[in-house]
């Protein structure tokens, strides 16, 4: 999760909404691990305008190139504000 973090920042966090993991080898003591990361889908609210849904993918691979989870799912973000606005209010 902290290589998710520092890889995929999005504007003031998000609430996972939705999520699938697979873990098709075991993570072994010494693997160097790593993210791929790509987006699906980026949906804005209808009903509240400051947040959004972001579709994502990721892969953990070790040092050898393996597979060693596949996580896809979705999250709630909340989207930056316009450049000159004042930040969203609500809880973030």
Do not use: K
Not at 16 to 32: A, K, N, Q, Y
């Amino acid at each position: 999760m902290r290589l998710l973090d520092c890889s995929f920042p999005i504007a003031t966090g998000v609430i996972g909404s939705e999520i699938h993991l697979e873990w098709p080898s075991p993570t072994r003591p010494g693997d160097v691990l790593h993210l791929e990361i790509s987006v699906g889908a980026i949906t804005h609210s209808e009903t509240r305008p400051g947040r959004g849904s972001v579709t994502l993918a990721y892969d953990t691979i070790n040092q050898h190139g393996e597979l060693r989870q596949r996580t896809t799912g979705r999250v709630v973000a909340w989207r930056r504000p316009a450049v000159g606005s004042a930040a969203p209010t609500g809880g973030h």
